[in-house]
């Protein structure tokens, strides 16, 4: 996808605070952070959200939790507590059409979420 913000990060073309990158997947710093640790998670693969994942991403799927976990690890917030929060569609208040998982953490969350 030429025009996604997540893919152009993705490939480089967009600079961004990146955390952890391998072949499949690649982590950054949330622009706008909602928490002392916001980092987004991104499939290399452009899925436009994960009401378009197929069979064939399951591990991938799986891969980006666990690359969540592992960074809220590093972060020094998995014993305090984080949310891993995935937006899909306009009402969850999705805004870049490119699958993602948020990692926020470092300060008290609310349930319900807003
Ligand atoms: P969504 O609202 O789709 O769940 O999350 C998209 C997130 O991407 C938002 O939290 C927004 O701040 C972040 N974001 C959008 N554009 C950029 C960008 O160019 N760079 C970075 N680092 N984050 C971005
Ligand atoms: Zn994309």
């Given at each position: 996808m030429d025009d996604c913000v997540f893919c152009?990060?993705?490939?480089g073309e967009i600079p961004a605070d990146i955390v952890y990158k391998d072949d499949e997947v690649v982590?950054?710093?949330?622009?706008?952070?909602?928490?002392?640790?916001?980092?987004v998670i991104i499939p290399v693969e452009h899925i436009p959200g994960i009401k378009e994942a197929e069979e064939r991403h399951q591990g991938l799927v799986g891969k980006l939790m666990l690359v969540a976990a592992r960074i809220a690890q590093d972060e020094g917030i998995a014993d305090g507590g984080y949310?891993?929060?995935?937006?899909?569609?306009?009402?969850?208040?999705?805004s870049v059409d490119h699958l993602h998982v948020h990692v926020i953490g470092g300060r008290a969350m609310h349930w319900p979420p807003g």
């Open positions: 152009r990060i993705g490939r982590a950054f710093r949330d622009i706008n952070p909602q928490g002392p640790v916001h980092v949310r891993l929060v995935v937006n899909q569609g306009r009402e969850a208040g999705q």
